[in-house]
Nanobody
Framework: VQLVESGGDLVQPGSSLTLSCAAS??????IGWFRQAPGKKREGVSC????????DYNDAVKGRFTISRDNAKNTLYLQMNSLKPEDTAVYYC?????????????WGKGTQVTVSS
């Protein structure tokens, strides 16, 4: 499975941004977005868990970020609103068995999101 992210940018606080992830296939049970800020561990942002039929969100982004997918285009999206400086990170698309960093088998190379005035 190949994953290619796009859409990262430098934006001001309060702005919106949409990330895209083009996947070669949507064949795994979990697919979602993760992020890693400088000096911090990689963390989950939002993820589709087809095993449980659920969509998970990190508490830090609930109400601001929305994950969506277009199965016909094999594309995953992350709509990010009301961006904060603490959202600054490299955002990765990943697919695997469960919505957990350790259970993701395939990773994209990431796209940089910087939120700064």
């Amino acid at each position: 499975v190949q994953l290619v992210e796009s859409g990262g940018d430098l934006v001001q606080p309060g702005s919106s941004l949409t990330l895209s992830c083009a996947a070669s296939e949507f064949s795994l049970a979990a697919i979602g977005w993760f992020r890693q800020a400088p000096g911090k561990k990689r963390e989950g942002v939002s993820c589709f868990d087809d095993n449980r039929g659920t969509v998970d969100y990190n508490d830090a982004v609930k109400g601001r970020f929305t994950i969506s997918r277009d199965n016909a285009k094999n594309t995953l999206y992350l709509q990010m609103n009301s961006l904060k400086p603490e959202d600054t990170a490299v955002y990765y698309c990943a697919a695997g068995r469960l919505c957990a960093t350790w259970a993701m088998d395939y990773w994209g190379k990431g796209t940089q999101v910087t939120v700064s005035s």
